[in-house]
């Protein structure tokens, strides 16, 4: 029996049915190229289903060539990709699962194509670039409705099991549901009548055109967190009036549009866990017993198990939990939570992709790779197993550690501090931070799992070292933030970031730099809000936020003015004494002074610790993340991983 009885029980969408709950819902990966199709585009896809999920939506499919956006989005309205969707879905019904493809056009938001006309539903802007589109006359709104049809055709053809109709997030269909964006005085404006005329004639074409045992579902916007917009009454009314024209299948309700509240379209770790559950079990109630897909930071199989048996949900949609784990539903159903690589909701890989990078995740150097749901160290044995001493109990340290033990190396890791996790440790202190620890938790797990002896809570030196002569070593000695280049004055007055996360606050008034802009120092700066009477953040850029993705930096400015930190940007810090701080602002040279400060953070960037690099004579040494090149958290697993693999 499953360890999740509920979640791993089989369901009925429309005539088919699905082996489990588990869901994985559309996910931009920019795997695709020049509008294609790509092997890496489908490896995503099939090892999901691999990996035990039962239903796989696949991510946005352009259904108009007013609609293809950037090269990386997979067209689907000529015959450019038939063979790849027919092999696509062919891998994926394999594998015991069901695939649908998601029905996209943008609307108004085409905001990437230099030639392309962006069409709106009305004469709104576009929420994020305040581009303003050509409002759709009946006749072009009749020509793209044939156009999600005709697509729906072409991937019943191809063998999928069925489409969803992309309407959250503010897109086409979804500024057709809202109010908030459809002014239209015809009949496709109004109230919910004519709102929801658009989606009903798509789903009745592709009804009549696809036959009863193709899947429609429906994502629309559950909160679009606007006022005038959709709300959850009027999710509830619009769910409702579409559940009764017997064309929809499922309905998955997402959150928030492009204006700020995107930031709500993919919580992050500053959420509460199924943060939107509530809104799932309300849409329930009103689309009659046509299933519904609850979605939105849901990332362990017990919260997943509580949401079916608990009503919230028929199916559970994990996006990130299955970024970070192809195989996240095989484990689950298998008793093994704890091999679960588990998702901390920082939207690292949102980011990249928004960034136009193809998605990328921490701690899962697999993703898009055939094989990728089965894939482990073990299965590449060392073909001679060797002794190796690893220096660093932080995350590039514990990746190496134990990728080389499952391979069969005997692997010793020191750690100057009593416990694991570096400076990731002290960041998962942060307000809102603590899922960051559940990345170096799960590389301890498997450390223990695979025999790597920790040595913790002495600081090793080559002697350490050397006396237990291994075959090669592996310095994973981190960074040491620099002190502001600018600075003089107190020094005993001015802290580096983390140590003052160990260091008791002096209440008063205190000034942040940030030469940093990633998510740690506005973790910093939400403490020391709370720390302090006041606080003011200073840094040398325009702007604030420049290494958090766009939807979680949403929360970080929403944070910082909520607590009434004064932002100073443009300016450097040049000095601190008597409780003075002098600022001199970066264009104009100008000086700004602070008076009554009590405390000068920094947070900048990091001096390599590699002091024990060249002491080890002949011995193979590898040197990893921030002891070799301070950058990122990705960059630290990833190259803990390759020096582990192929050690």
Same mark, same amino acid.
């Given at each position: 029996? &499953?360890? #999740?009885?509920?979640?791993? &029980?089989?369901? @009925?969408? /429309?005539?088919?049915?699905?082996? =489990?709950?588990? $869901? %994985?819902?559309?996910?931009?990966?920019?795997? +695709? @190229?020049?509008?294609?199709?790509?092997?890496?585009?489908? =490896? #995503?896809?099939?090892?999901?289903?691999?990996?035990? *999920? +039962?239903?796989?939506? &696949?991510?946005?499919? *352009? %259904?108009? &060539?007013?609609?293809?956006?950037? /090269?990386?989005?997979?067209?689907?309205?000529?015959?450019? =990709?038939?063979?790849?969707?027919? @092999?696509? *879905? $062919? $891998? %994926?019904?394999?594998? /015991?699962?069901?695939?649908v493809g998601q029905l996209w056009h943008p609307g108004r938001q085409q905001l990437w194509h230099p030639t392309k006309s962006p069409m709106g539903v009305s004469e709104q802007p576009d929420a994020l670039s305040w581009t303003v589109p050509h409002v759709m006359s009946v006749g072009e709104v009749g020509r793209v409705a044939a156009a999600y049809v005709a697509v729906a055709e072409r991937l019943a053809h191809c063998g999928f099991a069925g489409v969803e109709l992309h309407g959250a997030h503010g897109y086409l269909i979804g500024q057709f549901l809202s109010p908030w964006s459809n002014t239209r005085d015809d009949d496709y404006g109004g109230g919910i009548e004519g709102r929801t005329r658009f989606v009903r004639d798509v789903a009745q074409g592709i009804r009549a055109a696809c036959g009863k045992d193709f899947i429609i579902g429906l994502k629309m916007p559950g909160d679009e967190g606007v006022r005038g917009g959709i709300d959850p009454d009027e999710a509830a009314r619009l769910t409702g009036r579409l559940a009764a024209t017997g064309d929809f299948d499922y309905f998955a309700h997402g959150q928030g549009n492009f204006s700020l509240s995107l930031e709500t379209h993919v919580p992050d770790l500053h959420f509460r866990p199924g943060h939107f559950k509530d809104i799932a079990k309300r849409m329930r109630l009103a689309a009659g017993g046509i299933p519904v897909m609850a979605l939105g930071r849901i990332g362990e199989p017990d919260l997943a198990e509580e949401i079916i048996a608990q009503g919230f949900g028929d199916l559970v949609g994990l996006t990130r939990a299955h970024i970070a784990d192809a195989a996240w539903a095989r484990k689950a159903a298998a008793g093994l939570a704890a091999e679960i690589r588990p998702s901390v909701f920082d939207n690292w890989a949102w980011g990249e992709i928004h960034g136009g990078k193809p998605l990328a995740e921490h701690h899962n150097p697999y993703l898009g790779q055939a094989g990728e749901a089965d894939a482990h160290p073990a299965s590449q044995p060392a073909p001679s197993p060797k002794t190796i001493a690893v220096v660093g109990a932080g995350p590039a340290g514990l990746e190496v550690a134990w990728v080389a033990a499952a391979r069969g190396h005997r692997v010793t890791l020191f750690g100057a501090s009593a416990a694991v996790g570096g400076k990731l440790a002290l960041d998962s202190q942060l307000p809102g931070r603590s899922e960051m620890a559940k990345i170096t938790a799960y590389q301890a797990h498997m450390a223990a799992r695979h025999g790597v002896n920790l040595l913790l809570g002495q600081r090793a030196g080559a002697v350490d070292i050397l006396a237990m002569k291994p075959d090669a070593i592996v310095l994973a000695t981190g960074g040491t933030l620099r002190r502001p280049m600018e600075l003089a004055g107190d020094a005993d007055q001015v802290l580096d970031g983390l140590s003052y996360i160990q260091a008791p606050s002096k209440g008063g008034a205190a000034v942040l730099f940030d030469q940093d802009h990633g998510p740690t120092v506005y973790g910093m700066a939400d403490l020391m809000a709370r720390q302090f009477e006041s606080l003011v953040l200073v840094t040398p850029r325009p702007g604030i936020g420049q290494n958090v993705n766009y939807c979680s930096a949403i929360g970080v400015h929403r944070r910082l003015h909520q607590a009434g930190v004064e932002i100073v940007p443009s300016h450097d810090l040049i000095d601190f004494r008597d409780a003075r701080v002098t600022l001199r602002n970066v264009f104009t040279g100008a000086d700004k002074f602070l008076e009554n400060i009590n405390q000068v953070v920094f947070a900048t960037p990091r001096l390599a610790n590699d002091a024990l690099a060249d002491k080890f004579g002949d011995i193979p040494v590898h040197a990893i993340g921030d002891c070799h090149s301070p950058r990122n958290l990705m960059a630290a697993i990833h190259g803990g991983h390759i020096v582990g693999a192929a050690l």
């Open positions: 029996m &499953s360890a #999740y009885p509920h979640l791993f &029980s089989p369901l @009925q969408i /429309g005539t088919r049915q699905v082996r =489990n709950r588990v $869901a %994985v819902p559309a996910t931009l990966t920019n795997f +695709g @190229q020049g509008n294609r199709i790509t092997e890496k585009w489908q =490896n #995503y896809l099939i090892e999901r289903a691999r990996g035990g *999920a +039962g239903l796989i939506v &696949s991510e946005i499919i *352009a %259904v108009d &060539s007013e609609a293809i956006a950037h /090269g990386a989005v997979v067209t689907g309205f000529d015959d450019r =990709n038939d063979d790849g969707f027919t @092999q696509v *879905a $062919a $891998a %994926v019904h394999e594998a /015991g699962a069901l695939l």
